[in-house]
């Protein structure tokens, strides 16, 4: 049987944990500018994707492009047009770090787990040198999907950094142009309102 000051205590945080949940979900509420963001990141993703799915790829592997410009276009969609734009160069540093990696690499090695961990390991030295060591994780993510794509498809393994860097490129192209449109037009939509 439990004391009166264990269910006191249990009693105090379902009470806790009730106030939490209602705070939570009174915040809960969405501004028009919320709501541009959403549909400007929505289309953009699926734009990207669409664009590195159907115009750019010839086989089915190559759906790996469109995730991965996707996730660049995701990625690079902050905010504010300036917060994307920083966004967009932190991304391309970083996956030309890991492209400037893994493209030699792959022109003289197969890809092996031990060859990815000395990349990676690389990545992040250069990162450091380049003080730039809030971006040793794209280097790194990067490194590792080239890696295990090149182990996976093996065959032209050296073109999957020049695929990623161009996935990337469009990827974040996109994100910034979408930014840039949503908050243009969200501007706009203020601006009619206050006549």
């Known amino acids: 049987m439990a004391s009166p000051e264990a269910d006191e205590a249990s009693v105090s945080a379902a009470i806790a944990k009730v106030r939490f949940m209602h705070e939570a979900i009174s915040r809960t509420s969405f501004a028009s500018r919320d709501v541009v963001d959403a549909v400007a990141m929505s289309i953009a ?47 391309l540093i970083g996956t ?3 492209f400037a990696l893994c493209l030699p690499y792959l022109w003289m090695f197969p890809s092996t787990p031990v ?3 000395v990349l990676l390991g690389m990545g992040t030295m250069v990162m450091v040198l380049l003080k730039r060591r809030n971006d040793i994780i794209t280097t790194a993510i990067t490194t590792i999907v080239v890696m295990v794509v090149a182990a996976i498809s093996p065959r032209d393994a050296w073109q999957q950094p020049l695929l990623r860097l161009f996935d990337t490129v469009v990827g974040t192209a996109v994100g910034v142009s979408f930014r840039w449109i949503g908050s ?3 501007r706009s939509l203020n601006r009619t309102r206050a006549r």
Do not use: N
């Open 45 to 91: 993703c699926l734009m990207t994707y669409w664009l590195m799915t159907t115009r750019f790829v010839d086989t089915p592997t190559d759906f790996l492009g469109g995730m991965w410009a996707a996730i660049a276009t995701a990625f690079v969609f902050r905010e504010t047009s300036s917060a994307s734009l920083l966004a967009a160069m932190e991304r």
């Open 96 to 98: 030309f770090v890991s």
């Open 115 to 117: 060859g990815m961990a």
């Open 184 to 186: 243009s037009f969200f």
